[in-house]
């Protein structure tokens, strides 16, 4: 009786560890990689930055929780994280956490620095109608360009 009772107790302490490991997620990014955006387009072509590029052979993009994502699964923009091979194509990608987003990039220019994610990425809210089937109001009209 008291084997079995130690032998349940020792795999549950086992089971215990194993989900305990398995919700830490530590990860290092390189200190080299650049910080972008980054977009599926078809196949083996992304966008980063706002311009095509190619997935190097055996590039990985690892999500949050740095598992892997498969290319058509990635998010539209995705703030990343990358590194490409001597050829320009895309090589590594981490998808970036709240966390990591808020740390301050040293390939980012100084007007970003130390600013709230959601104030340099680009937003937009297209405008909706107040009922349905009403027509969406128009867009407001772009400030006046400068004289001088």
């Not at 305990?20 to 990014?29: F, G």
């Not at 040293?106 to 809210?125: E, M, N, S, T």
């Amino acid at each position: 009786m008291r084997i079995h009772l130690l032998s349940c107790l020792a795999g549950a302490l086992l089971a215990a560890g194993t989900v305990a490991a398995q919700t830490i997620t530590v990860r290092t990014l390189p200190e080299d990689a650049k910080r972008g955006q980054l977009s599926h387009v078809r196949e083996n072509v992304m966008t980063l930055d706002g311009r095509e590029t190619t997935l190097a052979p055996g590039a990985q993009i690892r999500g949050q929780n740095n598992l892997l994502v498969l290319p058509a699964a990635l998010p539209k923009d995705s703030l990343v994280k990358y590194q490409v091979d001597r050829e320009g194509a895309l090589f590594r990608a981490w998808v970036l956490t709240a966390d990591e987003a808020a740390r301050p990039d040293k390939f980012a220019p100084a007007a970003v620095q130390g600013r709230p994610v959601d104030q340099v990425l680009p937003q937009y809210a297209p405008p909706r109608p107040a009922r349905f089937g009403d027509k969406p109001p128009a867009p407001p009209a772009p400030p006046p360009a400068s004289q001088n």
